[in-house]
């Protein structure tokens, strides 16, 4: 591991127990037990971390969605695919997932802007597999925006209580709540 990989690590780290407003410099320097000017030897600013880390993650989520989409299956296929990818993104770190999915807020405008517009197309490309499951016959008629933000909520939360000790790995989570979405939409 290189340095800056620990500082980040260790600032990922403080940021989600104590917010990424609440977190400064000098309480990253500290916790590597460097001086904080040091610290700028390796990163830029807090944002940097935020940026890094939140563009970092939506462009792994993003490559998976469009392989899923890019090959032919039916919707339930794909849609056990994309929920597999996403578990597999968001379990990886969970550090990194809670600032993905709480801290980007905190953006600056411009690359809030831009990391809004491609979430907004991530959930589309979700979306775009619900709508091809009731073209298909195989889903309800559901509304596909509600549906799509219900799945992603469902994959994000399990970032909140997911343990990498735990009982359940990241396959055996995906798994489950794939059946369990498909449950609620596939046609009896």
């Known amino acids: 591991m290189t340095r800056r990989q620990e500082i980040m690590g260790t600032a990922l780290g ?29 990163i830029k600013n807090k944002e940097e971390i935020l940026t890094n880390t939140c563009f970092g993650l939506a462009e792994a989520l993003e490559l998976g969605i469009k392989d899923v989409n890019d090959i032919y299956f039916n919707a339930a296929e794909k849609l056990k695919m994309a929920i597999h990818n996403h578990i597999t993104v968001i379990t990886q770190d969970l550090n990194a997932s809670h600032l993905f999915i709480h801290e980007w807020r905190h953006l600056s405008e411009a690359m809030r802007n831009q990391f809004i517009s491609r979430r907004d197309s991530y959930e589309k490309e979700f979306r775009d597999i619900v709508i091809l499951g009731f073209e298909e016959g195989e889903f309800k008629d559901v509304d596909p925006k509600f549906a799509t933000l219900t799945i992603l909520a469902s994959l994000n939360w399990v970032s909140e209580w997911y343990r990498p000790q735990g009982e359940m790995q990241p396959k055996e989570i995906a798994e489950k709540l794939t059946q369990f979405i498909l449950s609620g939409l596939q046609k009896n």
Do not use: C, F, P, Q
């Open 14 to 42: 403080l940021m989600r127990n104590k917010g990424y407003l609440n977190t400064s410099m000098r309480d990253i320097a500290s916790a590597v037990n460097m001086e904080a000017a040091s610290l700028y030897n390796h």
